[in-house]
């Protein structure tokens, strides 16, 4: 199944090679093609039926692109805005961590620090944490809020941060923003300040909550993935290449784990991409749905499958013509 899903995405990378760029709105366009991975459970933690209501929160599936020396990243489904964060890791270069350190401290009151002990599945090395929230119930107050960290293999207590925050939801359900170059996180209830900018391009981003689709809240069987396919809007992304320590023409793959945490980062739905094997619970902090205060209980080598994504990059027609077609890849490195 894993290798289908693949294919399909490589062909899907192949199919659209000339299409404009997405749009950073929230929106799923064309041209990312097909899903990378589509959601196996039922979410716990939430599920929107009513629009103004916005009172969960689910990832359906992921997709993703490189165009122009940026990588687009989307997952559809839903934020629900009281300050749940969407936590996306990507592994990009080499080194990082494959246990999240407590070392780094970011995020209010250097809440990052809960993330201590979260094991990636063997083979996936974090190297920068991309994270979301908004608040204030069914009427958003803020606009979207994103975060960009480059957590530096996890033994630096500061590390490079920089933060954003989207345009006021007079809708109620979509925000849209940057993160601009240069900028340094602040320290926020008690947490460090960042020790310099994470970014030298600007990061795009944006959120449209309107999904009543998808998967359900029923876990006790597995997700619909035709519905969850089917999903168009929800968390997007653009990042330069080089803010994730690639050149512009880079050729390989790069790592991602996107996860639906609580507000403090230590308690974890079920909702994670790549998916957790169907009618998985919350994970909670001890892997099995309990409160412990970090994520130490977490590992997620004990679910089947992988709980990351892969995002394949093609190489330019020179790199073809040498026989290093988009298909077969070129890996930057394992």
Request: with cysteine.
């Amino acid at each position: 199944m894993t290798r289908t899903i693949t294919l399909i995405a490589l062909c899907g990378f192949a199919a659209s090679a000339s299409a404009q760029a997405p749009v950073i709105d929230g929106t799923r366009d064309a041209a990312y093609g097909a899903p990378i991975v589509v959601q196996q459970a039922n979410t716990q933690f939430g599920n929107v039926t009513d629009t103004s209501a916005q009172n969960g929160s689910e990832l359906n599936a992921a997709y993703a692109r490189v165009d122009g020396g940026r990588l687009f990243l989307m997952m559809t489904g839903n934020q629900e805005p009281n300050f749940n964060k969407l936590d996306v890791f990507i592994d990009s270069v080499a080194g990082g961590e494959n246990t999240l350190s407590a070392t780094p401290g970011y995020d209010f009151a250097n809440s990052s620090q809960n993330l201590n002990g979260l094991t990636f599945d063997s083979g996936f090395e974090a190297d920068f944490h991309l994270f979301s929230r908004w608040g204030g119930g069914s009427v958003p107050m803020s606009g979207y809020e994103v975060d960009f960290v480059n957590r530096n293999g996890g033994g630096d207590a500061n590390v490079a941060w920089s933060s954003g925050v989207g345009s006021p939801p007079f809708d109620t359900i979509t925000s849209a923003g940057s993160i601009i170059a240069g900028s340094v996180g602040s320290a926020m209830g008690g947490a460090n300040a960042a020790s310099g900018t994470a970014l030298t391009q600007n990061l795009g981003f944006a959120i449209n909550n309107s999904n009543i689709a998808g998967v359900s809240g029923d876990n006790g069987v597995p997700a619909d993935q035709a519905a969850a396919a089917a999903v168009t809007t929800g968390m997007e992304f653009s990042i330069a290449l080089a803010d994730l320590g690639l050149p512009a023409n880079f050729v390989g793959e790069i790592k991602i784990a996107a996860m639906i945490n609580n507000g403090d980062h230590n308690y974890l739905s079920n909702q994670i991409l790549g998916a957790l094997p169907a009618m998985t619970g919350n994970l909670g902090g001890d892997g099995g749905g309990g409160f412990i205060g970090d994520l130490s209980g977490v590992d997620f080598n004990q679910f089947a499958g992988n709980q990351y994504f892969t995002v394949f990059i093609p190489a330019p027609a020179s790199a073809a013509l040498l026989g290093l077609g988009a298909i077969a890849g070129v890996r930057r490195r394992r």
